[in-house]
């Protein structure tokens, strides 16, 4: 393997093979990994057989995550029997929640790199090389690593997502996010504002700005920073023709930020929104601080400032507890709000929260699964219907390139987030096209490009 510290005899350069593991955010974190590996001679395969530096950013949201993670470390054993040079690394949420314990499990392991270590991970990777031992990095030295982001290694051209805040101070008895990504950290309105700048005039048309709680944005650094401001501030970057942000707290709902979103022309008309559950006695036992006739009453509040404008939501079925009479609650929210998209999770128990600690995690996993087959079959009938509402109209489509489901064809997003799917040239990619729907199923359309006149 090459040298990664750039010694003076050249030595082939380290193929680094990463694979990335649950939400946006991680996505982004590799991105800025393999910006600091870039920087450090490392080319990168998609090939794990062929590579020096297997990595894997990883996710400690549920179980079903992490499994998958451990899979793979158990399928690296063999590998590294055969080649032990191959240094194993695991970064991220999971690093951060397991810490050396993950070691003591997986000890062909190499290198853990927590959530606020990923703007060192390129020493971290010399250090193992170096000392050829096991190297542990779980301290918070780079909270906010997003300023140094080297914005070539985006994997799409057209659309980004930027960071403008990390980690979460709230306390859901659920989530192990505070624990794995600590406490809330903002960047500030004007490096933000710079690196959106920077991403249009190298092509982007749409941001997603990222944060775990990405409306509470601005409490932190005090001032007058609010995603509303920010917003604001974003929408008058020529060139920037949608702007996203995911995903937002509902009590941090304010009516500036509603007003912003009307406001605001490059702001899409959609809103991730999570719920949770729709009984207020669950939605207590999870500390989310509001009932669900609060979340109605700000859906309505939202509709009526903002027409049009599209829900979506998480939900968690099986939480401690949850009855069917809760269930049953949640189901009555879902059709009554009927959401455009709802991400839909069986609860998984995470050690260290507040609900492993205090509350049973009781609800039988066939009881879970039927819930989420309900609630999904609840769902895609809400979606169906409202798609099939559509047919007719002509929406304005973000086109994003070729169609992931048939090439021939073209793919892009409405404004409220839905996937229509048409015939046209590949080059208009990263254009907005008004496109005629033609036919809905409950997860996307097909329509046709209508001609400009
Ligand atoms: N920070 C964001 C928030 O609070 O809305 C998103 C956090 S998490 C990555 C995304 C979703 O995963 C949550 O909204 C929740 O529905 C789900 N989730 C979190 N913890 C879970 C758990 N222990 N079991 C099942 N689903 C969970």
């Known amino acids: 393997m090459g040298a990664l510290d750039g010694a003076a005899v050249e030595l082939p350069r380290p193929k680094v093979f990463l694979e ?13 990994v393999r910006g600091r590996l870039a920087a450090r001679r490392c080319d990168f395969t998609q090939r794990r057989d062929e590579a020096d530096v297997v990595a894997f950013n990883t996710c400690a949201v549920r179980d079903h995550a992490e499994e998958r993670v451990r899979a793979r470390l ?250 069917d009479l809760e269930f049953q609650a949640t189901v009555e929210l879902v059709r009554r709000v009927e959401f455009v998209q709802a991400f839909i999770f069986k609860y998984s128990e995470r050690p260290g929260t507040a609900a492993a600690n205090r509350l049973a995690d009781d609800v039988p996993l066939a009881v879970k699964e039927r819930r989420n087959h309900e609630l999904l079959a609840v769902q895609e009938e809400i979606q169906l219907r409202r798609n099939r509402a559509r047919i007719g109209q002509v929406d304005l489509v973000l086109v994003e390139g070729a169609s992931a489901r048939n090439a021939a064809l073209l793919a892009g997003r409405t404004s409220d987030n839905r996937i229509v799917h048409f015939a046209g040239s590949p080059e208009l990619a990263g254009r907005l096209q008004p496109v005629r729907i033609r036919d809905a199923t409950a997860l996307s359309h097909s329509g046709e490009l209508v001609e400009r006149g």
């Open 20 to 32: 990335t593991f649950g939400c946006q955010m991680n996505f982004l974190d590799s991105e800025l």
């Open 74 to 323: 158990h399928e690296l054993k063999r590998v590294k029997q055969r080649r032990p040079d191959v240094i194993v690394a695991v970064l991220g949420c999971m690093a951060q929640r397991e810490g050396e314990a993950l070691l003591r499990k997986f000890p062909h392991v190499d290198l853990l790199c927590g959530t606020r270590e990923f703007g060192r991970i390129d020493e971290l990777l010399d250090q193992v090389r170096r000392d050829g031992r096991p190297v542990v990095a779980l301290g918070e030295s780079d909270p906010l690593p997003d300023g140094r982001r080297d914005l070539s290694q985006r994997p799409r051209r057209f659309s980004a997502f930027v960071t403008i805040q990390r980690g979460c101070d709230r306390a859901c008895t659920f989530c192990v996010v505070p624990k794995t990504r600590g406490p809330e950290v903002e960047r500030s309105m004007d490096e933000i504002e710079a690196e959106v700048r920077a991403l249009v005039a190298d092509g982007v048309v749409e941001v997603t700005l990222l944060g775990q709680i990405v409306n509470a944005y601005g409490r932190k650094s005090g001032g007058d920073a609010s995603l509303a401001r920010l917003l604001r501030r974003l929408d008058r970057v020529n060139g920037l023709k949608r702007l996203r942000f995911i995903t937002s707290f509902p009590t941090l709902l304010t009516p500036d930020l509603m007003q912003a979103m009307r406001d605001c022309e490059s702001v899409v008309s959609y809103l991730h929104l999570p719920v949770q559950s729709g009984a207020n006695s669950c939605l207590k036992r999870m500390a989310r601080g509001y009932t669900a006739d609060a979340y109605l009453r700000l859906v309505d509040r939202l509709r009526e400032v903002v027409p049009g404008v599209e829900l979506a939501t998480d939900l968690i079925v099986g939480f401690s507890g949850e009855s």
